[in-house]
């Protein structure tokens, strides 16, 4: 896997850097406003930020690959 290619892109940019980033300030909003366990927002954490960061890098390798072919 090189750093130009899709698959690279959309699980460092998408599920790493987004889905992990998105879930960490959830889970501490989360627990720190509504005082909540962790055990109830495992699903959330577990599936639903990474599948929505691999989303995420998709949109984000297909508007990058537009933006530089318009240029």
């Known amino acids: ?34 005082d909540v366990s962790i055990s109830t927002l495992r699903w959330g954490i577990v599936i639903g930020f990474p599948v929505f960061g691999l989303l995420w890098g998709g949109i984000l390798w297909w508007f990058e690959r537009s933006r530089a072919k318009g240029s």
């Open 1 to 34: 896997m090189t750093k130009s290619s899709l698959m690279y892109f959309v699980l460092i940019r998408g599920c790493l850097q987004f889905g992990v980033l998105a879930s960490a300030i959830y889970v501490l909003l989360h627990v720190l406003i509504e």
